[in-house]
């Protein structure tokens, strides 16, 4: 065995710890990447979809606590 | 719509017993005067924790639950039987269309007569939120651990209940139609003449962004008579998932395109069942 394969396990174990977004991956279905990537070509929606990520005031979203108002604000619309 | 009742007691009106677990036909009240019919499909327990529950909500049919609740139709009618099979708690709910009324326009005019000016797609979230309530409390089920699960529909209610109600931790939606010119959302039940003016401001991709980040599987059969969604689905959830960068998350808005039509196959049907176990697992995120 590598000499160093304990210590490379360990230290892949502790990235994995340590980072919630690879511990959040390992929970998905394991096919979730066939069913959220898009075929090549799409097709244009019959009318125009605006970005989701500009709140009313016409300001940029760029955190969660941002788009969590705007949705509080969709969901009285 | 008014507040959900707060009366939730439930009248058990049949229950059988099966290899799999017991299946009741239970009646609630939903609005004042109004109670509504819902079969619950509970697998066996072979201890006291408590299960995951889904929201399972029956297509177009006049077998209504019994089709999808296993009493009548084809095995392949039969999904919440399919699901409770693999753990879950399951009340599948009749929708309004079918409750106390002759055909469709005696129930959305009974409708209107008591709430002018409110859309059938917003009864029937109120209807499954009512759903959601029951089930939240039967024994046995974690109320953490809710999903919801629809055909056609059914996939329709799905898409506003997801939406508008945080207790749903992941959903499956097949053949809903997301775009409002892929299927029938201008019908006087759904949204009405909404759905076809230009110069109404919403839209379903909106409808989609309001899930995030809760898990939620599209299913889609593409072309053929009343396919709803597939390809043409994708503009929505691209713009949707764009959401999803806000929260650092994998995007998690997927659809399965089996290309087959309307109708839900059995293997996409346990593709669903698959996201349904993982998504509303204790570790799920």
Same mark, same amino acid.
């Given at each position: 065995m590598d000499p160093y394969f304990p210590v490379i396990r360990l230290c892949l174990l502790f990235s994995i710890a340590v980072n919630p977004h690879v511990s959040i991956l390992a929970q998905d279905v394991p096919w979730l990447r066939s069913v959220t990537q898009p075929p090549i070509s799409i097709p244009a929606p019959a009318r125009p979809l605006p970005n989701l990520l500009v709140d009313g005031d016409n300001q940029i979203i760029e955190t969660s606590q941002a788009w969590l108002a705007r949705r509080t604000e969709l969901i009285r619309l | 719509m008014p507040n959900r009742p707060t009366d939730k007691t439930v009248i058990t009106l049949e229950r059988e017993l099966f290899e799999w677990g017991t299946r009741e036909l239970i009646e609630y009240a939903i609005e004042p005067g109004l109670h509504v019919q819902a079969y619950v499909l509970s697998p066996h327990f072979i201890n006291d924790t408590p299960r995951a529950g889904i929201v399972a909500l029956h297509p177009t049919t006049n077998l209504t639950i019994s089709a999808i609740a296993g009493v009548a139709g084809n095995t392949d009618q039969h999904t919440a039987v399919t699901i409770a099979k693999n753990g879950f708690v399951v009340i599948c709910p009749r929708c309004f269309l079918w409750q106390n009324a002759k055909d469709f326009s005696d129930a959305v005019a009974q409708h209107h007569t008591r709430h002018p000016g409110v859309t059938g797609v917003a009864k029937m979230l109120y209807d499954a939120q009512c759903a959601v309530d029951i089930l939240e409390r039967l024994p046995n089920v974690d109320p953490k651990r809710i999903g919801a699960f629809g055909h056609s529909l059914g996939a329709k209610e799905v898409l506003y209940l997801m939406a508008f109600d945080d207790r749903i931790r992941a959903g499956v939606a097949s053949e809903g139609?997301?775009? /409002?010119? #892929?299927? &029938?959302?201008?019908? !006087?039940w759904y949204l009405g003449p909404l759905a076809t003016n230009i110069s109404w401001q919403r839209n379903h991709h909106e409808l989609l962004a309001l899930t995030i980040p809760r898990p939620l599987l599209l299913i889609g059969g593409e072309t053929g008579p009343g396919a709803a969604d597939g390809t043409k689905t994708w503009p929505y959830i691209l713009a #949707? #998932? =764009? @959401?999803?960068? @806000? /929260?650092? +998350?994998? *995007?998690?808005?997927? +659809?399965? &395109?089996?290309?087959?039509?309307? !109708?839900?196959p059995s %293997?996409?049907?346990? %593709?669903?069942?698959?996201?349904?176990? *993982?998504? =509303? #697992?204790v570790i799920a995120p």
């Open positions: - | 139609g997301i775009a /409002f010119e #892929s299927t &029938n959302w201008d019908a !006087p #949707s #998932s =764009t @959401v999803y960068r @806000v /929260f650092d +998350l994998p *995007n998690r808005i997927g +659809l399965i &395109n089996h290309g087959q039509g309307h !109708p839900l %293997k996409e049907l346990l %593709k669903g069942i698959e996201w349904l176990i *993982n998504y =509303t #697992s």
